[in-house]
């Protein structure tokens, strides 16, 4: 499975912002897609996922009313939506694929990862 994730860009506080990431490969032994990030001298953290089948979602809370994810089946493209970014949503966006039937906030149940997009907000 190859994840490409990309849409990173630098912005403006304030502004939206979306990434896109495209699955290819073995795409049917993925369940769920996700999205991590890492901030300069952070650990990296969740944002948020949605399983393939159902469109079943799950957020960090901070993402939760101010980002959105959704998928595209037929393209194997799964989206995340960021508005009213601010410099602290300032890292490198990781999508990332899980092959478990439930969606899982630790990065350890995701085995497949992407290169990672750069999004840099600027207050």
């Known amino acids: 499975v190859q994840l490409q994730a990309s849409g990173g860009g630098p912005v403006q506080a304030g502004a939206s912002l979306r990434l896109s990431c495209a699955a290819s490969?073995?795409?049917?032994?993925?369940?769920?897609i996700g999205w991590f990030r890492q901030a300069p001298g952070k650990e990296r953290e969740f944002v948020a996922a949605?399983?393939?089948?159902?469109?079943?979602?799950l957020y960090k809370d901070w993402a939760q009313g101010r980002f959105i994810i959704s998928r595209d089946n037929a393209k194997n493209i799964v989206d995340l939506e960021m508005h009213s970014l601010n410099p602290e949503d300032t890292a490198v966006y990781y999508c990332?694929?899980?092959?478990?039937?439930?969606?899982?906030?630790?990065?350890?149940?995701?085995?497949?990862w992407g290169q990672g997009t750069l999004v840099t907000v600027s207050s």
């Open positions: 990332t694929a899980s092959q478990l039937a439930h969606i899982a906030r630790n990065g350890a149940y995701y085995r497949y």
């Open positions: 490969g073995s795409v049917g032994l993925t369940n769920i």
């Open positions: 949605i399983r393939w089948s159902d469109a079943d979602t």
